[in-house]
T-cell receptor
Framework: KQEVTQIPAALSVPEGENLVLNCSFTDSAIYNLQWFRQDPGKGLTSLLLIQSSQREQTSGRLNASLDKSSGRSTLYIAASQPGDSATYLCAVDDGDKIIFGKGTRLHILP | EAGVTQFPSHSVIEKGQTVTLRCDPISGHDNLYWYRRVMGKEIKFLLHFVKESKQDESGMPNNRFLAERTGGTYSTLKVQPAELEDSGVYFC???????????????FGSGTQLSVL
């Protein structure tokens, strides 16, 4: 049974710092992995989608990596800004279902 | 292009009442998914429609939950009768091809915050 774990559960960093969010999954047989952000009271916004054959994807200040064999993904945020404060969710698609982690609550300190 | 829309955005009901949540997927998306996030826990899959057919409803918690997608367009999720533990955020998502297809992304709605008192 696929399980997705995100560490840390919460993170506070000063504005301007680079940071890494971690996601691990137990079954490497995945189709893709997706990172989302959720803002308080709002829905989910897709940030990056990495196919199982890919190693990383980049969008602006965001870079997501995927190491399928070790069951790990990271989301790197460069030069963090207060607007980056949100909950970040990692989701694994095993071809049948999308399984989400519990998320990392990120707070960027002005 | 309109995104996935959900109604209502918030619903507060009393235990025992009935609530119906609605999801309008992106036009042309055959695949529609319902997810639920209970406070403090991870988002969990409820069910998956392909057009009007239920492809997978293994995540539905019990028979108080009924999902429909008549005509393969919008979907409704009815909870009857609602219980306290049903409180949470209900998300709907859609995709053109089935999740797992190459380059396929899920597009999520803003969710419905359900509070059962």
């Amino acid at each position: 049974k696929q399980e997705v774990t995100q560490i840390p559960a919460a993170l506070s960093v000063p504005e301007g710092e680079n940071l890494v969010l971690n996601c691990s999954f137990t079954d490497s047989a995945i189709y893709n992995l997706q990172w989302f952000r959720q803002d308080p009271g709002k829905g989910l916004t897709s940030l990056l989608l990495i196919q199982s054959s890919q190693r990383e994807q980049t969008s602006g200040r965001l870079n997501a990596s995927l190491d399928k064999s070790s069951g790990r993904s990271t989301l790197y945020i460069a030069a963090s800004q207060p607007g980056d404060s949100a909950t970040y969710l990692c989701a694994v698609d095993d071809g049948d279902k999308i399984i989400f982690g519990k998320g990392t609550r990120l707070h960027i300190l002005p | 292009e309109a995104g996935v829309t959900q109604f209502p955005s918030h619903s507060v009901i009393e235990k025992g009442q009935t609530v119906t949540l609605r999801c309008d997927p992106i036009s042309g998306h055959d695949n529609l998914y319902w997810y639920r996030r209970v406070m403090g826990k991870e988002i969990k899959f409820l069910l998956h429609f392909v057009k009007e057919s239920k492809q997978d409803e293994s995540g539905m918690p019990n028979n108080r939950f009924l999902a429909e997608r008549t005509g393969g367009t919008y979907s409704t999720l009815k909870v009857q009768p609602a219980e306290l533990e049903d409180s949470g955020v209900y998300f709907c998502a859609s995709s053109q091809d089935e999740a797992g297809a190459t380059n396929e992304k899920l597009f999520f709605g803003s969710g419905t915050q359900l509070s059962v008192l």
